[in-house]
């Protein structure tokens, strides 16, 4: 039956993929993107916690490479880790239907930087569809899979904060899709991406872009709302929203399909208006292929590219005003939780004045005031990398005060591979790794991994114990502490790998506080 809820597009997007018959989705957390593969597990639907991106990404490929319908989340810099399979799938297509939920972070509020997915779609040949409210998500999602399995393409849904996390009435379809039942079809042309075949599949992919955009400009997502002056607007997602507030008086094209985009449907759209405008959230994606196309639009002011836009914002657009924005209102810093397992790792490297290449997790917030204890944090699991680059060619002195520290879950997301740099190109001075292991991804709200020894419906799954994978890989040195029981020999054995030139581990074992009381249940349950 169909119904009517309120939803968040996170939710929207879920309902929308379980009804489009979706057996499987994967997906690495990441905010604001991560309650879809939460709310899709609720809703009785099969999703998994992959250990990161790509690797998720490749899961669902594989199902859709046996014909069934698939969807892998994450958020935008996760496509970063995902962008190899990307690239390549674009090329071998798929048999099912594939979806990549990407959820951008335009302001910045929870992220490492500001990228626009919607760059992705362009490089790769990757359809890209951008709800504007929760409805918008539940049909869209809808579309793409429909999408991607009429033309074979994997599709990419962009989300925003803004969409994601707003809650809005979802009229759900009373149209639902049974899952296709997987089966092996066998090409090999289509799916061994050797230069031969290869060569062959990138012409293909150019064709269907050819025939999506022809599509698109006759029966795609679009929606002209008219206006009564001479005023059109060009905009997409939320920004649309917001165009409409603004400025009531504007005919707006409404895009739904961003890549590829309908050209002659806005440059026709443009034609007779007097004064145009592209309003669109972070970069001027939709400016630049307008004006490539020919189209008379002007660039907005720089500043409008960053931070998310406000129906105010989009006013001053409108107005051309170029003038500094009012700083935003200050905020207290987020910091670590009272008594935080991180805080007592941190106390002890600022206390010997530790250089630290850190990660990204809680633990960042040690690089604020009152601790101010790191020094970098650029992607997950650079800490091991650029801690290893540092100790290389620091003086011997400084070289020896570098910590590489890293979270639980950012260590089977990436820290495998620097331990194996670690281990293969060890500096002169030896190196020490500290994985901060609070049994849980606690940054995005307590997620499970594979080194939690539970999957993401919290049931229990093979554990992977992290001294066990560093001794494997050959470290010699391999501690595991309680950092809050065991504080003073966390220290002692942190001063005396320093001092060695050897390559150390140092495991600070202690639940998030705010997982430890859900840890003893879930022990309770299936002791
Ligand atoms: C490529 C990528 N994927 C996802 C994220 C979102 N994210 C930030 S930190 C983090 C993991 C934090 O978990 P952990 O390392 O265990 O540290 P904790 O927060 O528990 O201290 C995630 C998933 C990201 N920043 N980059």
């Known amino acids: 039956m169909p119904e009517r809820k309120l939803l968040s597009g996170n939710e929207a997007v879920a309902l929308g993929a379980l009804h489009s018959g979706c057996v499987r989705c994967t997906g690495y957390p990441g905010t604001p993107s991560s309650e879809v593969l939460e709310t899709f597990n609720t809703l009785g639907g099969q999703a998994e916690w992959s250990p990161n991106e790509k690797v998720a990404a490749e899961v669902a490929l594989g199902v859709a490479f046996a014909g069934a319908y698939a969807m892998v989340t994450m958020k935008h810099v996760g496509l970063n880790v995902a962008a190899d399979v990307l690239f390549t799938c674009a090329y071998s297509g798929v048999q099912g239907a594939l979806v990549f939920v990407v959820a951008d972070d335009p302001g910045l509020a929870s992220s490492q930087d500001e990228q626009d997915t919607r760059r992705y779609g362009i490089a790769a040949g990757v359809p890209v569809i951008e709800p504007a409210d929760s409805q918008e998500c539940y049909d869209y999602v809808r579309l793409a899979f429909m999408m991607s399995s009429r033309w074979k393409t994997p599709v990419i849904l962009r989300m925003t904060t803004r969409i994601s996390h707003t809650t809005g009435i979802v009229q759900s379809s009373d149209k639902i899709e049974a899952p296709v039942r997987p089966h092996f079809i066998r090409d090999i042309p289509g799916r061994v991406m050797i230069p031969g075949h290869a060569r062959?599949?990138?012409?293909?992919?150019?064709?269907?872009?050819?025939?999506?955009?022809?599509?698109?400009?006759?029966?795609?997502?679009?929606?002209?709302l008219p206006g009564t002056s001479g005023i059109g607007i060009v905009s997409c997602g939320v920004a649309g929203m917001h165009a409409r507030e603004a400025c009531p008086e504007a005919s707006i094209l409404k895009l739904g399909l961003t890549y590829p985009m309908p050209t002659k449907l806005i440059l026709g759209f443009l034609k007779d208006k007097t004064q145009r405008f592209v309003i669109e959230e972070n970069d001027p994606f939709l400016v630049e292929q307008i004006r490539a196309a020919g189209g008379d639009v002007p660039w907005n002011p720089e500043i409008y590219r960053m931070g998310e836009l406000t129906v105010d914002r989009v006013r001053r657009i409108l107005k051309g005003d170029n003038n500094p924005e009012p700083p935003p209102p200050k905020v207290r810093p987020p910091q670590l939780c009272q008594a935080c397992p991180h805080g007592f790792v941190f106390e002890i490297?600022?206390?010997?004045?530790?250089?630290?290449?850190?990660?990204?997790?809680?633990?960042?917030?040690?690089?604020?005031?009152?601790?101010?204890?790191m020094d970098s944090q650029i992607c997950m699991g650079a800490s091991i990398g650029v801690g290893l680059g540092l100790r290389h060619v620091l003086p011997a002195d400084e070289a020896r005060r570098v910590v590489s520290v890293i979270g639980d879950s950012t260590f089977m997301h990436s820290g495998l591979t620097g331990v194996a740099e670690m281990v293969y190109n060890p500096p002169a001075t030896g190196?020490?790794?500290i994985v901060l292991d609070n049994l849980t991804t606690a940054m995005t709200g307590l997620q499970e991994h594979p080194s939690t020894g539970r999957r993401l419906n919290r049931e229990p799954a093979t554990r992977i114990m992290i001294e066990d994978v560093v001794l494997a890989m050959g470290v010699k040195n391999v501690l595991v502490l309680d950092q809050v029981r065991q504080g003073d020999e966390f220290e002692a054995a942190l001063l005396s790998a320093l001092k060695s030139n050897e390559l150390t581990v140092i495991i600070g074992r202690r639940p998030c506080l705010l997982v430890a009381n859900r840890i003893l249940s879930y022990e309770k349950k299936h002791s």
Do not use: F, M
Not at 212 to 222: M, R, S, T, V
């Open 349 to 373: 490297l600022k206390k010997h004045n530790c250089i630290v290449a850190g990660d990204i997790g809680c633990y960042t917030l040690a690089a604020l005031p009152p601790l101010s204890a």
């Open 431 to 433: 190196h020490v790794l």
């Open 200 to 224: 062959i599949k990138h012409k293909d992919l150019r064709a269907r872009l050819t025939e999506i955009q022809a599509w698109c400009e006759k029966e795609g997502p679009n929606t002209i």
